[in-house]
């Protein structure tokens, strides 16, 4: 059974940080390429940060120089390390593993950890 379990987040301030942390179990995570996503309310889910299993990286602009994606195939888990929060960083964030084998696609999604930034 494939699980992916988020913590990490909470209320915070503008300006301050959270780790967000993105725990598998059930997948062989060293061969998914890993992802944060985020969907705030009456928003369409998007994709904030992703790493490959080469470890390259990619962010969305609105967080590029903020956020930092980062994975430990030891532990089989991917974090997200947000600083400079404002409150457009609120939102639900979801962790997403994803591996093509073929024609074959697997995907799979955490069930979210809230995200507020508000003072």
């Known amino acids: 059974q494939v699980q992916l379990v988020e913590s990490g987040g909470g209320l915070v301030q503008p300006g301050g940080s959270l780790r967000l942390s993105c725990a598998t179990s059930?997948?062989?995570?060293?061969?998914?390429?890993m992802g944060w996503y985020r969907q705030g309310p009456g928003e369409q889910r998007e994709a904030v940060a992703t790493i490959t299993t080469f470890g390259n990286t990619n962010y969305a602009n609105s967080v590029k120089g903020r956020f930092t994606i980062s994975r430990d195939n030891a532990k089989n888990t991917v974090y997200l390390q947000m600083n400079s929060l404002k409150p457009e960083d609120t939102a639900v964030y979801y962790c997403n593993a994803f591996h093509r084998r073929g024609s074959q696609d697997y995907n799979y999604w955490g069930q979210g950890t809230q995200v507020t930034v508000s003072s």
């Open positions: 059930g997948i062989i995570f060293s061969i998914y390429n």
